[in-house]
């Protein structure tokens, strides 16, 4: 979501004649996106902001805007704690940008962090895009469900869907400007459509994969409560949405998910990862999981741990928790102690590792189908692409390739990417065999 914003805000930006700099010294227009979700980002951020006082004393005419969660957590705040930041842009605020910083260049500062609830014209175009090949596509803003320990709700405000002609156009033009893989996002795109749109996910699906030259379709996030069947026969009938998806559950024990009032059971759960396995043998599953919630026993976590056996995910991204403003469960007592967090993470993620090794090394000897997004970090003759599941699969080839499907033979499993050679391009021309 963040990266998306990201690059609405360099395209508007572009569009009003900013190029991008190489770096924050060169730069008229600072802007710093940020993130609040875990007390860390929330760190890192404040930390960069801080750092950028020494710009402002070299060049006392760059603008420093700061924009995201923390913008719309901390508002005028920021203003009051760094007398170097201009202008405050809190979540919904891209589509005023333009306009605020002409009002900044009068010398004001300024603090946006009302929720209106627009898009904007203001679309991504090609620059600024991370991968030109593999781009976001927001389909929804906000999120309704309040999960305790959650800040999104308090910072991005109630969840709502985009009208579906507006993302069918945006689809319909990231793909005529050579996009190949759309990634939908929004906090819960199961619920797309179901409070305020005029269709739901599996149907909008359904038209995103008519658009001619797309190959690939990704959505995220997931949640496991509003995971419907309608969708998985979707995914399970189409041959361009990825078998991949990414279900949060956050927590093995019912306890603790009724604490964290995610509206589901370790048994819904598990039931719902047996149908998407039923129509999909094949599909790849990763996931969220909070450690240390409050009032988390060490039975809690061991069913954590066992729902990570039975499952059997990809990958996991696993966190400690951490009270965040505004929250529920910031409020309860109970805190698990700092050092029970840090030891319970570490055993998890030696779990999820373990887990991710041996999926990775099973597929040694197979060949993927890759879509090729663009050089690899290794340089000229190297190309990198991801495979349906999302790994990262490198090998050699050509400039040419990037945008293409391609098979990869893979030769190796490295921690974080699987290595191959190219033995197959969708044009049919067959390279070896
Ligand atoms: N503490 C720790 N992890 C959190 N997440 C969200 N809020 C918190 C919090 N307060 C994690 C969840 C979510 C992911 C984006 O961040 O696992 O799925
Ligand atoms: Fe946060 Fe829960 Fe909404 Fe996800 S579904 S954004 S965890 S409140």
Redesign the pocket.
């Known amino acids: 979501m963040n990266e998306y914003d990201s690059e609405r805000v360099a395209s508007l930006l572009a569009s009003r004649g900013f190029v991008p700099a190489s770096s924050e010294m060169d730069a008229d227009v600072v802007f710093v996106n940020t993130c609040t979700?875990?007390a860390k980002p929330q760190h890192k951020a404040y930390s960069f902001v801080g750092r950028l006082k020494w710009l402002k004393r070299a060049k006392p005419h760059a603008r420093v805007v700061v924009g995201g969660c923390l913008a719309q957590q901390e508002g005028k705040k920021l203003l009051e704690r760094f007398d170097h930041v201009d202008l405050v842009l809190g979540t919904h605020g891209i589509p005023r940008l333009a306009g605020l910083l002409d009002e900044v260049a009068l010398g004001q500062r300024l603090a946006f962090t009302e929720f209106t609830y627009e898009f904007g014209e203001h679309l991504p175009g090609p620059q600024g895009a991370a991968n030109p090949v593999s781009r976001f596509l927001t389909i929804m803003q906000g999120c309704d469900n309040f999960c305790s320990?959650?800040?999104v709700p308090h910072v991005r405000g109630r969840e709502i869907s985009r009208p579906s002609g507006d993302v069918l156009a945006e689809a319909r033009g990231l793909v005529a400007g050579g996009a190949r893989e759309l990634i939908l996002l929004g906090q819960n795109v199961n619920s797309y459509g179901l409070k305020n749109g005029d269709i739901t996910f599996p149907v909008l699906l359904g038209m995103i994969s008519g658009i001619e030259g797309l190959l690939r379709i990704r959505f995220t996030?997931s949640h496991p409560k509003d995971l419907s069947g309608e969708l998985m026969e979707t995914m399970a009938e189409s041959d361009k949405i990825a078998r991949q998806i990414h279900l949060?559950v956050?927590s093995g024990s019912d306890n603790v998910l009724g604490m964290m009032n995610r509206g589901y059971t370790r048994d819904d759960y598990l039931r719902k990862i047996e149908m998407l396995r039923q129509k999909m043998p094949d599909i790849a599953i990763t996931t969220?999981?909070?450690v240390g919630f409050p009032g988390e026993t060490e039975e809690d976590f061991a069913d954590t741990l066992s729902l990570v056996e039975e499952v059997n995910f990809l990958s996991g991204?696993s966190?400690?928790?951490?009270?965040?403003p505004f929250?529920a469960?910031a409020r309860l007592k109970d805190k698990v102690p700092e050092k029970v967090k840090s030891r319970r993470l570490a055993e998890l993620q030696e779990l999820l590792k373990t887990r991710n090794t041996a999926h990775q090394v099973r597929l040694v000897g197979e060949a993927v189908e890759v879509l090729v997004t663009g050089e690899s970090r290794l340089g000229k003759g190297q190309m990198s692409g991801r495979c349906e599941d999302f790994r990262v699969v490198n090998f050699p080839g050509e400039d040419h390739l990037a945008g293409q499907l391609v098979e990869v033979m893979v030769e190796e499993a490295l921690p974080n990417c699987l290595r191959g050679r190219m033995i197959f391009r969708a044009d049919s021309l067959e390279i070896s065999s």
Do not use: E, G
Request: charged share 25%; glycine share 0%.
């Open positions: 979700v875990r320990y959650c800040v996030t949060p956050q969220d999981l909070i991204f966190f400690k928790y951490s009270d965040r929250t469960a």
